[in-house]
């Protein structure tokens, strides 16, 4: 079976994987080669928080797969999620029964670093690193 990154990597025609629209759109794409069913929060809006730092939108991409639901914030860095973000996403994952899933990417790829622009992904929940193939466990 295909590495999960290359094949996004083969959807985004290997320009690399930026988590604005059309990354998450490639991600989108992505997921539904593995099975599941994906909705976008359209402009990132997607349940909106207001805190005390401003405006903030935990949910980008809404996937179902085999009856578990993943609410996934999308990023092109890891440190460029806040910790907003990170709590409501968890909370809001874990009120409504999902998991809740942080995806982004490191730019494009480099021959020092292979991995680069390859979406990576981590529950928040259970603080773990996961592959596409973990994404349902």
């Known amino acids: 079976k295909e590495n999960f990154a290359k094949k996004v990597l083969e959807i985004t025609n290997n320009k690399g994987v930026h988590a604005n629209k059309s990354g998450e759109y490639g991600l989108m794409s992505a997921l539904r080669k593995e099975g599941f069913f994906c909705m976008r929060g359209a402009g990132s809006k997607a349940g909106r928080v207001k805190t005390k730092v401003g405006d903030k ?16 914030q999308a990023s092109k860095y890891y440190s460029s999620i806040d910790k907003y ?3 409501y996403l968890k ?14 990417t490191l730019e494009k790829p480099s021959k020092k ?3 680069r622009g390859r979406w990576k992904f981590r529950n928040i929940a259970k603080h773990r690193n996961l592959k596409i193939e973990g994404l349902c466990e």
Do not use: C, M, T, V
Not at 57 to 72: E, T
Not at 95 to 104: G, K, R, T
């Open 113 to 115: 670093n292979p991995s």
């Open 85 to 87: 973000e990170k709590k």
């Open 57 to 72: 939108h935990p949910i980008d991409i809404l996937a179902i797969k085999d009856g578990q639901i993943l609410f996934i």
């Open 91 to 104: 909370r809001w994952a874990l009120q409504y029964h999902a998991s809740p899933i942080l995806a982004w």
